[in-house]
Every structure is written in structure tokens, then in C-alpha cells.
């Protein structure tokens, strides 16, 4: 059975930086595209980064372009999301995700989703 376990949310000051992690377990690590969305309260959860595993290459949702750096390690089977010059409506869940389409952004894209790790951002 495929688990994702996400870690390292917590509380941080705007203009500070954070790196999530996720570990997957129980599926083909690289025959995944890994990915990361957040659900902020009373919002819809929504995409924040992905990593393909067609051709490797990270993709961003323009709200985090510039500032977040995805990126994932086959060989441990860990994601990663580094995430600096975080802002106050950062704040929400995220959620790791796996999917076999090549390069989502809808929810009803993903196959596999983990529970999920807080961040707060404080102004």
C-alpha cells in the first residue's frame, strides 16, 4: 500500500524559509510524478509544485515561481520542497502528492495523497 509521509511544517516568520519533505513508500518512486499542494482554510487545496517523471523537469504554480525549489531523490524515494521568502498566505496545509500523469496541477489528477504537514507563515 503506497503511504506518503510529509514532514518539517511549522511555524515561521514572513520572509523566512522552510524544506518539506516527503517519504513514499509501497510504489515505483521514480515511475511517479511527486508533487506538492496546500489548503489554506476555507480554500480549495491547490497546486503548488510538481516534479514530472517523464523528463524530470519541476513545475510551479506562478504564486510560488521564483521563490520555491522542488526537487526529489529516486534512490531514497524522498521529495522535496525548499521554500523560501515565505509569505503570509503560505499558510496552510501541504500535502505531498502521486500520480502517474505526467505533469498535473488538479486535485483530480493526483492518485496518492499524504496527510499532510502545517505551515505558518507570521507577519
Known amino acids: 500500500q503506497v503511504q506518503l509521509v510529509e514532514s518539517g511544517g511549522r511555524l515561521v516568520q514572513a520572509g523566512g524559509s522552510l524544506r518539506l519533505s516527503c517519504a513514499a513508500s509501497g510504489l515505483t518512486f521514480s515511475s511517479y510524478t511527486m508533487g506538492w499542494f496546500r489548503q489554506a482554510p476555507g480554500k480549495e487545496r491547490e497546486f503548488v509544485a510538481a516534479i514530472s517523471w517523464a523528463d524530470g523537469r519541476a513545475y510551479y504554480a506562478d504564486s510560488v515561481k521564483g521563490r520555491f525549489t522542488g526537487s526529489r531523490v529516486n534512490a531514497k524515494n524522498t521529495l522535496y520542497l525548499q521554500m523560501n521568502s515565505l509569505k503570509p498566505e503560505g499558510t496552510a496545509v501541504y500535502y505531498c502528492?502521486?500520480?502517474?500523469?505526467?505533469?498535473?496541477?488538479?486535485?483530480?489528477?493526483?492518485?496518492?495523497w499524504g496527510q499532510g504537514t502545517q505551515v505558518t507563515v507570521s507577519s
Open positions: 502528492a502521486a500520480t502517474r500523469a505526467p505533469y498535473p496541477r488538479q486535485t483530480s489528477e493526483v492518485t496518492c
